[in-house]
């Protein structure tokens, strides 16, 4: 195959507003804003975002130890000497660890599943990232289970604290219930059950 | 066209950034699947947890187009996700339903039953049997009915002890004593020939465990051949309750 024509201008904007129309949250509209607004401000913010994700995709690598992504190969937060590596943090995905991470209320490293367990995406045990969990244990004293708080989320909380079993660990999960900010009445019911059901002593 | 239905929440794929294709299954309509907009936004969420009991209103111009669904909870299941094994014995029914029952085919009985497990799942009494006795009923359903009410040597109604593991059918511990055959005949529990009737024990484990495997058999046969995730989750949910599969 040979090397395609360079595309004109006007397709090369096509392309650029269709592929933004692919992200989360961005529709053909939204996506011609967006692009709009970068081209008006070319300098200030064009040049440097292509600058930024030109890099970003050189170096972007997956951490061999806890599956996060980053431009550093084992990962920031692996390397971390500040981080106490007896605490572990099993989360589904790379967008659940950086939304713990955002919070910075983890004091201990993370490790990434890679999904849940389901069965309607044909995801088994087999293709998430437990072997390799197990195989990190050592000198950690806790596993907190970072998952959702739905069924596929805590079928896989339940599948993973089984496979724990056996090593001398402490295996946690997130408590679920009356978030912060929410209100009684605004409540479904199996959050307000499951509150109710993990009150504490006040 | 408006349909209206009492339905339970089986499956949910996730379509677009926030809606998602839910499966139902309705007392009226049978296994519907309906895009129900919203479905992954924060607050429909929890109202699309699978075994969740809902009124469903499905709006679609043609009965052969996906329908449009909006609904609300009538009762919530979302706590059987916090146990191991209602929560494994749930991502199973679910599944097997979804994938096995056949669509537009209404059966208002199995949908009962399934609500009526999920009720028992929920309110933490004995439910390993009634899960035992629902397989029995879906097999049913499927086409694949076992007979368990008469000895298919003898004729007769008591002493039942076995079923065939070809037919279905039962058989007396008398008719098979002595026979070259009867070591490949499946136990049978006795709660199975059994009507379930107000202040009945329990059946302890090992009948549960008699009737998990007898199910299973011809779920292996008829139902699981095709679905092999569905098999898969059966063992996780048996092995949840502390039974083999």
């Known amino acids: 195959m040979g090397a395609e024509p360079a595309k004109p201008a006007a397709d090369a904007l096509e392309v650029a507003q269709a592929l933004l129309a692919r992200l989360p949250g961005l529709g053909p509209r939204s996506a011609r804003r967006a692009l709009l607004h970068l081209l008006k401000h070319r300098e200030r913010l064009l040049a440097p975002l292509v600058e930024a994700l030109a890099r970003v995709d050189a170096a972007l690598a997956r951490c061999p130890v806890c599956g996060n992504l980053d431009v550093t190969t084992p990962c920031r937060i692996c390397t971390d000497p500040k981080r106490d590596p007896a605490l572990l943090c099993v989360v589904a995905d790379v967008a659940d660890l950086w939304a713990l991470e955002r919070a910075r209320l ?45 069924l596929e989320g805590q079928t896989t909380a339940h599948h993973v604290a089984a496979r724990l079993q056996g090593y ?19 409540l479904d019911e199996g959050t307000l059950a499951q509150a109710l059901r993990l009150r504490r002593p006040l | ?48 947890a699978p075994g969740n009991r809902v009124r469903l209103v499905l709006r679609g111009r043609l009965r052969e187009r996906l329908p449009t669904a909006t609904l609300e909870v009538e009762a919530s299941r979302a706590l059987l996700a916090f146990d191991p094994a209602p929560a494994a014995a749930l991502a199973y029914l679910v599944e097997l339903l979804a994938g096995a029952l056949p669509e537009g085919e209404p059966d208002p009985a199995l949908a009962e039953r399934f609500d009526a497990l999920l009720d028992r799942m929920t309110g933490g009494g004995d439910w390993p049997a009634a899960m035992v006795r629902f397989e029995r009923d879906l097999l049913s359903a499927l086409g694949f009915g076992l007979d368990l009410g008469v000895c298919a040597l003898s004729g007769r109604r008591d002493g039942l002890a076995f079923v065939s593991p070809r037919s279905g059918r039962a058989v007396s511990a008398a008719a098979a004593e002595g026979q070259p055959w009867a070591r490949r005949l499946l136990p049978l529990p006795g709660f199975l020939c059994e009507a379930e009737a107000e202040g009945m024990p329990a059946p302890d484990a090992e009948a549960c465990a008699a009737g ?18 569905a098999e898969a989750l059966r063992r996780e949910a048996l092995a949840r309750m502390g039974l083999s599969a």
């Open chain 2, 212 to 229: 998990f495997a007898l199910t299973g058999h011809f779920l292996a046969r008829h139902v699981f051949p095709e679905r092999p995730r």
């Open chain 2, 1 to 48: 066209m408006e349909r209206h239905d009492a339905a339970l929440v089986l499956t949910l794929l996730p379509h677009g950034e926030h809606g998602a294709v839910v499966r139902f299954l309705g007392l009226r309509e049978g296994l519907v699947a309906a895009y129900v907009h919203g479905a992954r936004s924060r607050a429909r969420r929890a109202d699309l």
């Open chain 1, 106 to 150: 983890f004091p201990g490293r993370f490790h990434v599943l890679g999904g849940l367990l389901s069965a309607l995406d044909g995801v088994g045990p087999e293709d998430l990232a437990i072997a390799p969990l197990l195989a990190r244990l050592d000198g950690v004293s806790e596993v907190v289970l970072a998952l959702a708080a739905t």
């Open chain 1, 168 to 186: 001398p660990v402490r295996v946690s999960q997130l408590a679920h219930g009356v978030p912060v900010g929410g209100e009684l009445d605004h």
